[in-house]
């Protein structure tokens, strides 16, 4: 979709620190986390910290957009890390909104887990990364989302 439609938009909606671990797909014009990661907190139950919603993701997405010109229209394509549990709702909410060609990235940026070997339960199967798409882990700072220019 992005070759065949130069004015598509893709929006990566990881984590800031997900995306610098991981990387970046190097098409990617809008970077607005869904969930950002409370480093104030600590989680027992996950062994890690909590993921909470980003309360300004609707002011700093629709406002990404208006600056890139984006219409009712234009196809924005949405990837998170599985292409599932934050992708999906952020393509929800820009429908909410009146964006009528919103995608949701199946795989995401890193895909599925292996199921068997000794790398079991590590991203490298399909997604986005994994099928050999442009990838970096140089994240352009007027792409890049950053919390002190929100």
């Known amino acids: 979709m992005l070759q065949q ?26 970077h607005v986390p869904w969930l950002l990661t409370d480093t104030g907190s600590w989680s027992e139950e996950n062994a890690s910290w909590p993921m909470r919603a980003n309360q300004n993701f609707d002011k700093q997405i629709l406002s990404r957009l208006d600056a890139l010109g984006a219409e009712k229209n234009t196809p924005i394509i949405i990837m998170c890390r599985s ?24 795989d995401g940026f890193e895909g599925s887990t292996l199921k068997e070997g000794r790398s079991k339960g590590v991203r490298a199967v399909n997604g986005w990364r994994n099928s050999g798409l442009p990838w970096s882990y140089k994240i352009p700072a007027d792409i890049a989302w950053q919390q002190s220019k929100e």
């Open 5 to 30: 439609q130069p004015n598509a938009i893709l929006v990566d909606v990881r984590d800031p620190v997900e995306v610098k671990f991981t990387g970046f797909a190097t098409p990617t014009r809008i």
């Open 83 to 106: 292409g599932a549990t934050r992708s999906a709702p952020a393509a929800d909410r820009l429908a909410d909104y009146g964006y009528s060609n919103v995608w949701s990235v199946t």
